[in-house]
């Protein structure tokens, strides 16, 4: 059985950083995609960032130059740097980590920035 843990999140103010990290266990095989996911308060759960095995970014307009994603292959974990972050990034943060069969969701982690 596959589980993700997720780390990092918490309250920042308007400007800070914070790291999230997740990291997959159990029997998972040729991981080729990575990604964080998040869903704001009475909103649909939207794309923040993901990464392929071959190392290729996607980010959502409004994170773009300000939130960086990175993966570690090796380690089956995920990485999501947030800096400059703003009220409007508030949301729990879901990582996804991915193969050709299945998807792997984690259970969330709160971020919440506010002064």
């Known amino acids: 059985q596959v589980q993700l843990a997720e780390s990092g999140g918490g309250l920042v103010q308007p400007g800070g950083s914070l790291r999230l990290s997740c990291t997959a266990s159990?029997?998972?095989?040729?991981?080729?995609?990575m990604g964080w996911y998040r869903q704001p308060p009475g909103k649909q759960r939207e794309l923040v960032a993901r990464?392929?095995?071959?190392?290729?970014?996607n980010y959502a307009d409004s994170v773009k130059g300000r939130f960086t994603i990175s993966g570690d292959n090796a380690k089956n974990t995920v990485y999501l740097q947030m800096n400059s972050l703003k009220p409007e990034d508030t949301a729990v943060y879901y990582c996804?980590?991915?193969?050709?069969?299945?998807?792997?969701w984690g259970q969330g982690t709160q971020v919440t920035v506010s002064s």
């Open positions: 996804n980590i991915g193969n050709t069969w299945s998807d792997y």
């Open positions: 990464i392929t095995s071959g190392g290729n970014t």
């Open positions: 159990g029997r998972i095989f040729l991981i080729n995609r």
